[in-house]
């Protein structure tokens, strides 16, 4: 178990160093950062509305469905 891992930990240090540990390659602008948290809130808010689109239009149906039914009972009651 210990030869395992010290060659995991010597893996990881060989890795470590190998992609430049510290440096800022690859690191985003401040434009970058902007764009991605736009794109986030974005799409947070538009997951949100077609939520809130999609249980309005289930309340819609229900109460087209209630009145419907309250037609049929009403045309039962009148017609008997």
Do not use: H
Request: hydrophobic share 40%.
């Amino acid at each position: 178990m210990k030869q395992r891992f010290l060659i995991l930990a010597a893996a990881s240090s060989v890795l470590f160093a190998a992609c430049g540990g510290g440096s800022n390659e690859g690191s985003y602008t401040q434009e970058q950062l902007d764009s991605i948290t736009r794109a986030r809130t974005d799409s947070a808010a538009n997951a949100i509305k077609a939520e809130n689109d999609s249980i309005i239009a289930a309340q819609a149906a229900e109460e087209a469905r209630r009145a419907d039914s309250i037609r049929v009972a009403d045309s039962l009651l009148n017609s008997g």
